[in-house]
């Protein structure tokens, strides 16, 4: 490129507050041209998993981490050349992995890139991973990178401490071994680093037999532990995987890393259980009619095409017992010492999905009619199962419902989603022996929990919403007279 510079991409704030991300996947590598606008990498974040685009033209030059890595927000993830534009590059050099390097750089594009997999590119001397600290050398600066390579996305190997110390430690990163993504998955997954396996694969690639073999290979000296004396295997361990990570993980244990929504997830819910005084309270009650409600619903033209099931009428049954007790829908101001109750009702639906619990909400739930409020049930369970769900729509809920009756569960002591009042949980719906009209007969029963926060909901606003709930859920025709 004429004119070119490198402009350098930091990792944004893609939500309220947030402090870092992981990398799940790169669409780019080096060498390749990217538009403005170009979705680059998709990022998991402690709200959900975001696509990130590009805000300018030009070519990748370097991915500064691997898959896998979780960034601090503010730091360059990707660089990328573009055409003119020298003020930008210049404030944009600030944070280059490399500034003392930049002028040789567009030098070093040529053709005749090596072919490579998403997720890590070709890395020569010119292209290197910005460390965490600065360092005067920059023969040190890259063996940092090195070693910062290998803990983020295998965990440190025991011969890693003697790269720094190495004079020809500059060009350990084009070593980096070679695997496509779903095998450096199992490779994670399975404990495995890839540095320790021999490729078998085209052009040195790592296959998935590969990394079996390495594992297979690895636990070859346990199976002999049972006739070694009771304090051999203990002794002998280490000494039999000389180069396993420091985090293999045995066939008898895994070691899943806690990050990104379950990461934040755990710690919310620690906050909210040492911070709001939890008051549960129960109720089990007929929904024989409720479910007959459901079917009739279901054959409506009005509904038709929208998901029509029993916690559509039980969102519809909290909302009408929040309306008639609005006290109910607030939080807590702990720097302003108040109350703050809210006019409007962002209901929140947790669910569970393979990133872990996330709690949605259906933004002013209180203003939508009941196939408004079906039409966005199923959009909010159908973008959380697909992994899209934005950090907006996770942002600003002010009760929520966990159905843990999908479960076969009965019922449960739900915790609040931080800066909520309550969360109602729903058990499972299922036929029961029930006193109906002065005889005893199978009817739809479940039980009901609502939790709530102590400090500004007492027990009879809490037990009158329950209640109200309750008795909506058995005669569905209050949906109408309690309007």
């Given at each position: 490129?004429?004119?070119?510079?490198?402009?350098?991409?930091?990792?944004?704030?893609?939500?309220?507050?947030?402090?870092?991300?992981?990398?799940?996947?790169?669409?780019?590598?080096?060498?390749?041209?990217?538009?403005?606008?170009?979705?680059?990498?998709?990022?998991?974040?402690?709200?959900?998993?975001?696509?990130?685009?590009?805000?300018?033209?030009?070519?990748?030059?370097?991915?500064?981490?691997?898959?896998?890595?979780?960034?601090?927000?503010?730091?360059?993830?990707?660089?990328?050349?573009?055409?003119?534009?020298?003020?930008?590059?210049?404030?944009?050099?600030?944070?280059?992995?490399?500034?003392?390097?930049?002028?040789?750089?567009?030098?070093?594009?040529?053709?005749?890139?090596?072919?490579?997999?998403?997720?890590?590119?070709?890395?020569?001397?010119?292209?290197?991973?910005?460390?965490?600290?600065?360092?005067?050398?920059?023969?040190?600066?890259?063996?940092?990178?090195?070693?910062?390579?290998?803990?983020?996305?295998?965990?440190?190997?025991?011969?890693?401490?003697?790269?720094?110390?190495?004079?020809?430690?500059?060009?350990?990163?084009?070593?980096?071994?070679?695997?496509?993504?779903?095998?450096?998955?199992?490779?994670?997954?399975?404990?495995?680093?890839?540095?320790?396996?021999?490729?078998?694969?085209?052009?040195?690639?790592?296959?998935?037999?590969?990394?079996?073999?390495?594992v297979a290979a690895a636990q070859a000296p346990q199976?002999?532990?049972?006739?070694?004396?009771?304090?051999?295997?203990?002794?002998?361990?280490?000494?039999?995987?000389?180069?396993?990570?420091?985090?293999?993980?045995?066939?008898?244990?895994?070691?899943?890393?806690?990050?990104?929504?379950?990461?934040?997830?755990?710690?919310?819910?620690?906050?909210?259980?040492?911070?709001?005084?939890?008051?549960?309270?129960?109720?089990?009650?007929?929904?024989?009619?409720?479910?007959?409600?459901?079917?009739?619903?279901?054959?409506?033209?009005?509904?038709?095409?929208?998901?029509?099931?029993?916690?559509?009428?039980?969102?519809?049954?909290?909302?009408?017992?929040?309306?008639?007790?609005?006290?109910?829908?607030?939080?807590?101001?702990?720097?302003?010492?108040?109350?703050?109750?809210?006019?409007?009702?962002?209901?929140?639906?947790?669910?569970?999905?393979?990133?872990?619990?996330?709690?949605?909400n259906i933004k002013d739930a209180h203003a939508r009619?009941?196939?408004?409020?079906?039409?966005?049930?199923?959009?909010?369970?159908?973008?959380?199962?697909?992994?899209?769900?934005?950090?907006?729509?996770?942002?600003?809920?002010?009760?929520?419902?966990?159905?843990?009756?999908?479960?076969?569960?009965?019922?449960?002591?739900?915790?609040?989603?931080?800066?909520?009042?309550?969360?109602?949980?729903?058990?499972?719906?299922?036929?029961?022996?029930?006193?109906?009209?002065?005889?005893?007969?199978?009817?739809?029963?479940?039980?009901?929990?609502?939790?709530?926060?102590?400090?500004?909901?007492?027990?009879?606003?809490?037990?009158?919403?329950?209640?109200?709930?309750?008795?909506?859920?058995?005669?569905?025709?209050?949906?109408?007279?309690?309007?």
């Amino acid at each position: 490129m004429t004119n070119a510079s490198v402009r350098e991409f930091k990792m944004p704030d893609v939500g309220e507050g947030l402090t870092e991300a992981e990398i799940l996947k790169w669409y780019v590598q080096p060498g390749d041209t990217v538009t403005d606008g170009q979705v680059v990498c998709e990022v998991e974040t402690a709200k959900a998993a975001v696509e990130l685009p590009i805000p300018y033209d030009g070519v990748v030059r370097a991915l500064h981490f691997p898959e896998g890595t979780t960034v601090d927000v503010g730091t360059s993830i990707i660089a990328v050349e573009v055409a003119g534009g020298a003020a930008p590059a210049q404030e944009e050099a600030a944070v280059a992995p490399a500034p003392a390097a930049e002028p040789e750089q567009p030098a070093e594009q040529p053709a005749a890139r090596q072919p490579v997999l998403v997720g890590y590119g070709v890395a020569t001397s010119s292209t290197r991973r910005r460390p965490r600290k600065q360092a005067q050398d920059p023969a040190a600066q890259q063996a940092a990178s090195a070693v910062q390579s290998e803990l983020n996305g295998h965990g440190a190997a025991p011969a890693a401490p003697a790269v720094p110390a190495a004079p020809a430690a500059p060009a350990a990163p084009a070593q980096r071994p070679l695997a496509k993504p779903p095998v450096r998955k199992l490779a994670k997954d399975l404990g495995v680093d890839l540095a320790t396996v021999t490729p078998t694969g085209p052009d040195g690639v790592v296959t998935r037999e590969d990394v079996h073999a390495a594992v297979a290979a690895a636990q070859a000296p346990q199976q002999t532990a049972p006739e070694a004396p009771p304090a051999a295997p203990a002794a002998s361990a280490p000494a039999a995987q000389p180069a396993a990570p420091a985090s293999y993980d045995s066939a008898r244990e895994t070691r899943i890393p806690v990050k990104g929504v379950r990461k934040a997830t755990a710690a919310a819910m620690v906050g909210s259980a040492f911070t709001a005084p939890h008051v549960t309270e129960f109720v089990t009650v007929d929904v024989t009619r409720t479910m007959k409600l459901v079917e009739e619903l279901k054959q409506d033209k009005e509904f038709a095409g929208l998901r029509v099931n029993p916690l559509l009428l039980i969102a519809k049954a909290l909302l009408v017992a929040i309306r008639r007790n609005p006290d109910i829908n607030a939080s807590w101001d702990e720097a302003a010492q108040e109350i703050v109750v809210k006019h409007y009702v962002n209901l929140g639906i947790a669910a569970a999905t393979p990133r872990g619990l996330i709690v949605p909400n259906i933004k002013d739930a209180h203003a939508r009619t009941l196939p408004e409020l079906a039409a966005s049930l199923g959009e909010l369970v159908s973008t959380a199962r697909e992994g899209k769900t934005s950090p907006s729509a996770m942002q600003g809920g002010t009760v929520t419902i966990t159905n843990v009756g999908v479960f076969g569960v009965d019922t449960g002591t739900p915790l609040l989603n931080p800066g909520e009042s309550a969360i109602l949980a729903v058990g499972a719906i299922k036929p029961q022996p029930w006193v109906h009209k002065g005889k005893v007969k199978p009817r739809q029963v479940t039980t009901l929990a609502l939790s709530f926060d102590h400090r500004l909901v007492d027990g009879e606003l809490g037990s009158k919403v329950l209640a109200d709930v309750a008795a909506v859920l058995e005669q569905p025709k209050r949906l109408i007279t309690w309007a």
